[in-house]
């Protein structure tokens, strides 16, 4: 092999330095660097899931957050509904009340009205029998009987009574 100019005992050695530089570069270098790579793919691996688990918990957040929005929204309208009825109840009771006491001021006033009425044609008819008994006594220029006077003067008015719609 010489005659190639290949030194056998050069070669044999820089073989061995190989083999040597190959396997502290396994060892040191290779190895670790499948171990960091390893563990990195993992933090990635565990880093996706985080970000699934939490898109999932954002996700279930979000329905959530709907479900209440409308629950309350439902709410709201079934508060609205019930206010509207009370009120359109509380009203109607009001005005019921007021319809109520109208009339009970109108049935008050037509029988003062009614009363004021007898006692106004009672005050009529007692002067009337006044002024009658008064010119009796001046046509005549003398009394007759009070009780018969009084008489003819109630039968007139009675007849007078009788004789209004």
């Known amino acids: 092999m010489e005659n190639l100019g290949i030194n056998l005992g050069l070669l044999v050695s820089q073989i061995v330095n190989f083999t040597l530089l190959l396997v502290l570069l396994y060892l040191l270098l290779y190895k670790p660097m499948l171990k960091m ?26 329905q959530e957050y709907d479900r209440k929005i409308a629950e309350a929204q439902r709410k709201a309208q ?7 009825q009370t009120s359109d109840k509380v009203g109607g009771e009001i005005k019921a009340e007021a319809q109520r006491e109208a009339e009970a001021i109108r049935l008050k006033a037509h029988e003062e009205a009614e009363q004021e009425r007898v006692h106004i044609l009672a005050e009529v008819q007692s002067q009337i029998a006044a002024l009658s008994m008064a010119a009796t006594e001046r046509v005549l220029g003398q009394g007759i009987d009070a ?9 007139f008015l009675a007849e007078l009574g009788e004789a209004k719609p």
Do not use: F, G, H, P
């Not at 939490?54 to 279930?60: D, L, T």
């Not at 079934?78 to 509207?84: R, S, V």
């Not at 009780?147 to 039968?155: A, M, Y």
């Open 37 to 62: 790579l390893a563990q990195r793919k993992e933090r990635i691996a565990r880093s996706m899931a985080d970000v699934d688990a939490a898109r999932e918990s954002a996700a279930k957040a979000q």
């Open 78 to 84: 079934e508060i609205i509904a019930q206010a509207a």
């Open 147 to 155: 009780n018969t006077q009084r008489r003819l003067i109630d039968s």
